[in-house]
Structures are given as structure tokens and as C-alpha cells.
């Protein structure tokens, strides 16, 4: 039986730190360091489309992040699009977190070639729509 050794959040930015990861596209994904496919070009457009859709949308509202990582208790994904709290210097040292995220998904494309959003939503969703602070009201 094999079993797999499963890296902390920490691990990994000691790895990324160190060099040992470099010029390959992973991420960490529930503990477990994944590499990750290439992107299309309709895939690339769409996500950029949809994110500069959604800063108009929530311009000093909120920060929308692209193709940038964020980082959950066991897993540091690049999400296409995230939703988070301003101001944006606050993510100088570190990456958001779930207390600072809004929403955060993923676009796929289908198998007709053209790109539809899809998104995923993050655990802290609901909770952060429903305050009386939200900037989406």
C-alpha cells in the first residue's frame, strides 16, 4: 500500500523559496503538489474578459485578482478570478486567505470551443455576502 506524504502550506512556500519548484506550473492542492495543464488561448481570454467585466463591476468595492494564488488551509491554488477585501497593498507579504475573500472560481471551456465561466465557490462566500460591511450590499 502506498501512501502519499502530504505537504503543509509552509512546505510549499519553503520549496518555491528554494528554487526546487521553479519553471514548472503547480499548485498545492489539498496537500498535494499538482502540476497543472497549460492554458488555451480561449480559456486565458475569457478569464481576462470576465475579470475586467467584474472590476468595472466592483471598482473600489472590492479587489479582483487574476490568475493570482490564494491560500486556503491545505491547498494554495491559482484561481482564474478572485473576489477580495481592499485594499490591495494588504496582499503585499502575503497571499489572501479565506477571512479576505469574497469569491473566488474557475473558467472551463467546453466541448463546443467556446469558453463559459464556471465558477467555484469559496467556503467563506456566504458569510462574507451577508455582512452588513459587504461592499456588494
Same mark, same amino acid.
Not at 505537504?7 to 519548484?21: C, F, K, N, P, T
Not at 486565458?44 to 472590492?62: D, F, Q
Given at each position: 500500500?502506498?501512501?502519499?506524504?502530504?505537504?503543509?502550506?509552509?512546505? %510549499?512556500?519553503?520549496?518555491?523559496?528554494?528554487?526546487?519548484? *521553479?519553471? *514548472?506550473? $503547480?499548485?498545492?492542492?489539498?496537500?498535494?503538489?499538482?502540476?497543472? =495543464?497549460?492554458?488555451?488561448?480561449?480559456?486565458?481570454?475569457?478569464?481576462?474578459?470576465?475579470?475586467? @467585466?467584474?472590476?468595472?463591476? $466592483?471598482?473600489?468595492?472590492?479587489?479582483?485578482?487574476?490568475?493570482?494564488?490564494?491560500?486556503?488551509?491545505?491547498?494554495?491554488?491559482?484561481?482564474?478570478?478572485?473576489?477580495?477585501?481592499?485594499?490591495?497593498?494588504?496582499?503585499?507579504?502575503?497571499?489572501?486567505?479565506?477571512?479576505?475573500?469574497?469569491? %473566488?472560481?474557475?473558467?472551463?471551456?467546453?466541448?463546443? @470551443?467556446?469558453?463559459?465561466?464556471?465558477?467555484?465557490? =469559496?467556503?467563506?462566500?456566504?458569510?462574507? $455576502? *451577508?455582512?452588513?460591511?459587504?461592499?456588494?450590499?
Amino acid at each position: 500500500m502506498k501512501t502519499l506524504a502530504k505537504w503543509s502550506v509552509d512546505d %510549499y512556500h519553503r520549496m518555491v523559496e528554494a528554487g526546487i519548484l *521553479r519553471d *514548472r506550473h $503547480l499548485e498545492l492542492l489539498a496537500g498535494e503538489i499538482v502540476e497543472m =495543464s497549460p492554458e488555451t488561448p480561449i480559456h486565458y481570454t475569457t478569464a481576462k474578459r470576465s475579470t475586467k @467585466y467584474l472590476e468595472g463591476l $466592483l471598482s473600489g468595492k472590492a479587489d479582483v485578482r487574476f490568475n493570482g494564488p490564494i491560500t486556503l488551509s491545505d491547498s494554495e491554488p491559482e484561481p482564474d478570478i478572485a473576489i477580495v477585501q481592499l485594499p490591495e497593498s494588504s496582499y503585499s507579504d502575503h497571499h489572501p486567505a479565506p477571512q479576505d475573500m469574497f469569491w %473566488y472560481g474557475h473558467c472551463t471551456v467546453d466541448n463546443f @470551443y467556446y469558453a463559459t465561466p464556471v465558477f467555484s465557490w =469559496s467556503e467563506n462566500l456566504s458569510c462574507n $455576502l *451577508r455582512r452588513s460591511d459587504s461592499p456588494f450590499g
